[in-house]
């Protein structure tokens, strides 16, 4: 008799905890398969710790492969799932595409960013949903706190140390709370102007911070926040994003380049493809966690609308600690259905509490019931998460250690770029990177600002983040528009970055040449055409594909690179030498500069590069390029792809990003 298969849609605290217990439970006698995007399991509740220095990114992160025993961990999204089929279709980490089959199927596939209509937002806001995330606004804090303590004038200095953070819940106000600390230890190394200090803000619509706990649990938070320095401001959001700062709902505008987006979290597109009962975007499930009409398909975790037995009537609202506890149930409920366990159970929860760190000593906490703050609140915080985490305990203690006595490390490490963590994503948990895989088929119209619109204004998206995210800002104006696809390099797309839309929003952001190979043009900046009619074919300074890249040997592109030669006899590349229209040999008049001359300087005793003979002069070889950008007119008759010059000069490095 064959194993029953039972796969698992994702690998956040539901489906983790599923994984887990079925692997327990079954004990081989089930194929169990876990899909997801990444292979770790992401513990959320530390993740502005990663983004304040203290703990380091792995620290944050358990391998699902060496904790997950008799689970295979197939890497990719799900794009589609067939329920008449029984099978889930998905897309691997390298565009590859497959299919599993099951026999059972768990749908925890989480929660991504939620985004209102408000214009601006998506194109300079950033998310907090995922590791690559943290790590770029670690980078993007220190950096800007930098740039600000070298900036010549006051407003540029104060501009770029004033960071904005759009929700009161329970990230958003950690992130503020963690933020302030980590900038004020940054400029007593690096002094801004005198009278100068960070400035960081808390928005949001609601009455108070963290408006989903307990009144006395929010003043306190709100206490520390205000005498950390942080500029709170409720029943006060985003009505406009800018290159050069927002405006508020209020009128004032305040110049920043940095927007963090904590408004909370939607369920993940993926279940609104599925054709079946929804609930605010969420899939209607029944107590026992199983999706009614379909006895082989359970759903846990943010993605599931559960029924709060406590509260009749409602639905246990999107937190990690309901996930979790949802991810046991689902297991128990899924073995029993195989026969392999006991009998099925419904889902109840009682709080046990809830804790916010605030950073250093400081915390908010109601264990049981009991309100604790400051140095206690802050030990059963701690303790709390060491207890939760399924993996990484003494390291992680290690690094709380290590920040109490030691100081911070504030570099930049520039691994995480703006354009590859876009506000607007359906995979928070992996950054884009060029030449990646598209978008999820048949779900990538609902990934974007589109789905924002529509889900988000209409009921689809309250629920807050994935620790209790908060209430976020108010619903002006609008912004539609699909997601492109993601990661096409170069020239395939309108525009010199990968990703999703504008999402790069400084030139800062752009990847320098170094230690390219010769004359290599920036990467996914399409090679503009030449200058012609010049002696030696050099083209001009400052025109269009001018100046090769400086101390390069002629600035000629390395071949088959970006932006480079075509290789030759390829479609588009170079004909071949003393071929009809092809180039000339090498120490003719007018053919290819001897070699070991610097600059690429034409054979001696030749007149400026002659060109051959019975040959136009500055006539086109008519190489084929790569196409221009949609924005740029096509190269005209007499002109051949060339260098590009470089757009990362670094008087633009002052400019910073958002």
Same mark, same amino acid.
């Given at each position: ?535 030696? @074919? &050099? !083209?001009? %300074?400052? $025109? =269009?594909? #001018?100046?090769?890249?400086?101390? /390069? *040997?002629?600035?000629? +592109? ?14 588009? @590349? &170079? !004909?071949? %030498?003393? $071929? =009809?229209? #092809?180039?000339?040999?090498?120490? /003719? *008049?007018?053919?290819? +500069? ?14 400026? @590069? &002659? !060109?051959? %003979?019975? $040959? =136009?002069? #500055? ?9 221009? +950008? ?29």
């Amino acid at each position: 008799m064959s194993r029953p298969r039972i796969v698992i849609v994702g690998a956040g605290f539901a489906g983790y905890r599923t994984a887990r217990t079925l692997s327990r439970l079954t004990r081989g006698r089930a194929h169990i398969t876990l899909l997801n995007p990444t292979d770790y399991f992401l513990y959320l509740p530390l993740l502005p710790q990663v983004a304040a220095g203290i703990l380091e990114p792995r620290r944050v992160t358990v391998s699902l492969s060496d904790t997950l025993p008799h689970v295979r961990l197939v890497l990719g999204g799900a794009d589609r799932i067939d329920l008449d089929e029984r099978t889930v279709h998905y897309t691997g980490p390298e565009g590859e595409e497959g299919t599993l089959a099951y026999d059972r199927l768990v749908l925890a596939a989480g929660s991504v960013n939620k985004l209102l209509p408000i214009p601006g937002v998506a194109e300079h806001a950033h998310g907090f949903r995922g590791l690559p995330e943290a790590l770029y606004l670690r980078d993007h804090v220190t950096r800007q706190v930098e740039l600000a303590a070298a900036a010549d004038d006051a407003k540029t200095c104060a501009a770029r140390c004033t960071f904005v953070v759009v929700g009161a819940g329970y990230t958003g106000t950690e992130v503020a709370a963690h933020g302030q600390m980590f900038t004020d230890a940054q400029v007593r190394r690096h002094p801004l102007r005198r009278g100068m200090r960070p400035r960081w803000m808390l928005l949001d619509v609601a009455p108070r911070v963290l408006p989903e706990m307990d009144p006395k649990l929010s003043a306190t938070a709100d206490r520390v926040l205000r005498q950390r320095g942080v500029d709170v401001r409720m029943g006060t959001s985003v009505k406009e994003a800018t290159h050069d700062g927002v405006l508020l709902t209020d009128g004032e505008f305040v110049d920043t380049r940095t927007l963090v987006w904590c408004v909370g979290v939607r369920p993940d597109p993926l279940v609104e493809s599925l054709g079946l009962p929804m609930e605010k975007g969420r899939l209607l499930v029944d107590p026992q966690l199983q999706v009614p009409g379909r006895p082989e398909v359970f759903s846990c975790g943010d993605v599931a609308a559960v029924p709060d037995l406590e509260k009749p009537g409602g639905y246990t609202p999107m937190t990690a600690q309901h996930a979790w506890r949802q991810g046991r149930i689902a297991a128990e409920n899924v073995a029993a259905s195989l026969g392999l366990g006991g009998a099925r159970k419904p889902y109840r929860h009682r709080d046990l509490g809830f804790v916010v760190d605030l950073g250093g000593a400081k915390a908010a906490a109601n264990p049981l019931g009991v309100t604790l703050s400051g140095v206690p609140a802050g030990a059963v915080t701690r303790g709390y998460h060491l207890a939760a985490m399924p993996g990484n305990r003494v390291r992680v203690a290690a690094d709380w250690l290590l920040d109490a006595v030691l100081p911070r490390q504030a570099v930049q490490l520039g691994l995480v770029r703006s354009w590859s963590v876009p506000l607007d994503t359906s995979s928070p948990e992996v950054a884009r990177v060029p030449g990646g895989p598209g978008p999820r088929q048949g779900t990538s119209a609902r990934s974007g600002p589109g789905a924002a619109i529509e889900t988000d204004t209409q009921g689809g998206g309250t629920g807050t983040d994935t620790q209790g995210g908060g209430t976020g800002a108010g619903p002006e104006g609008a912004r539609a528009g699909d997601e492109p696809a993601k990661g096409r390099p170069g020239p395939a797309q309108a525009g010199p970055r990968p990703g999703s839309g504008p999402a790069v929003l400084r030139p800062f952001e752009s990847d320098t040449a170094k230690g390219r190979p010769a004359g290599a043009t920036t990467t996914n900046q399409p090679a503009e055409a030449t200058a012609t009619h010049q002696p030696g @074919g &050099e !083209p001009a %300074k400052n $025109q =269009p594909g #001018g100046e090769p890249a400086k101390n /390069q *040997p002629g600035g000629e +592109p390395a071949k088959n690179q970006p932006g480079g030669e075509p290789a030759k006899n390829q479609p588009g @590349g &170079e !004909p071949a %030498k003393n $071929q =009809p229209g #092809g180039e000339p040999a090498k120490n /003719q *008049p007018g053919g290819e +500069p001897a070699k070991n001359q610097p600059g690429g300087e034409p054979a001696k005793n030749q007149p400026g @590069g &002659e !060109p051959a %003979k019975n $040959q =136009p002069v #500055g006539g086109s070889q008519d190489v084929a390029g790569p196409p221009p +950008p949609d924005d740029q007119p096509p190269p005209g008759p007499g002109t051949s792809p060339g260098p590009v010059k470089r757009t990362d000069a670094p008087d633009d490095s002052a400019k910073g990003d958002s």
